[in-house]
Antibody, heavy 123, light 107 residues
Framework: EVQLVESGGGLVQPGGSLRLSCEAS????????MDWVRQAPGKGLEWVGRIRNKVHSYSTEYAASVKGRFTISRDDSKNSLSLQMNSLKTDDTAVYYC??????????????WGQGTLVTVSS | DIQLTQSPSFLSASVGDRVTITCRASQGISSFLAWCQQKPGKAPKLLIY???TLQSGVPSRFSGSGSGTEFTLTISSLQPEDFATYYC?????????FGGGTKVEIK
């Protein structure tokens, strides 16, 4: 069974840093692109960023709202994905989900998603 | 950035009803559109990708259509477990974007 388990969320002050992790199991992690998506309380879904696999040089893409502050990385030896979040703002308060990218029909889709971890940025 | 506009944003329906949700893209995205379902407190779940391909395990009462800028998600006969929020998502170009969501509630 494919599983994604996020961890590392919590309460952090504005300007602070936090590192989220996503542990993967049940599939060959190194083959897949991986994404982060977030959802502010009571709001819709917002894509955060993507890291590609080794074949694609582990290249990354980010949403404009987080570019320069957030960094996505992965450790294929540990089946682990990370999201380093710096210079956090109150607007970054959200549940953060990791998602597995699955290649089909000419692009890469998210399936499945983890259960999410809550990040609260507040003084 | 590609904007996705979903309509309606809220829908009240009864079990057994046929339900249609529309997603309009601000520019052409070919068929690079997905639909996902989210229940309260849960992670989103992929229902349809490539505009019309049903994800494995998803009931056949769900269907998708469209290409370019206009897409629809149809539930042929609404079931109690289908009451949820539905999002469209475009994967044509970065940044990847989602529609604002359609909440389907029990009438």
């Amino acid at each position: 069974e494919v599983q994604l388990v996020e961890s590392g969320g919590g309460l952090v002050q504005p300007g602070g840093s936090l590192r989220l992790s996503c542990e993967a199991s049940g599939f060959t992690f190194s083959d897949h692109f991986m994404d982060w998506v977030r959802q502010a309380p009571g709001k819709g879904l917002e894509w955060v960023g993507r890291i590609r696999n080794k074949v694609h040089s582990y290249s990354t893409e980010y949403a404009a709202s987080v570019k320069g502050r957030f960094t996505i990385s992965r450790d294929d030896s540990k089946n682990s994905l990370s999201l380093q979040m710096n210079s956090l703002k109150t607007d970054d308060t959200a549940v953060y989900y990791c998602g597995r990218g699955v290649a089909a029909a000419g692009t890469v889709w998210f399936e499945p998603w983890g259960q999410g971890t809550l990040v609260t940025v507040s003084s | 950035d590609i904007q996705l506009t979903q309509s309606p944003s809220f829908l009240s329906a009864s079990v057994g009803d046929r339900v249609t949700i529309t997603c309009r893209a601000s520019q052409g995205i070919s068929s690079f559109l997905a639909w996902c379902q989210q229940k309260p407190g849960k992670a989103p779940k992929l229902l349809i990708y490539a505009a019309s391909t049903l994800q494995s395990g998803v009931p056949s009462r769900f269907s998708g259509s469209g290409s370019g800028t206009e897409f629809t998600l149809t539930i042929s006969s609404l079931q109690p477990e289908d009451f949820a929020t539905y999002y469209c998502q475009q994967l044509n170009s970065y940044p990847l974007t989602f529609g604002g969501g359609t909440k389907v509630e029990i009438k």
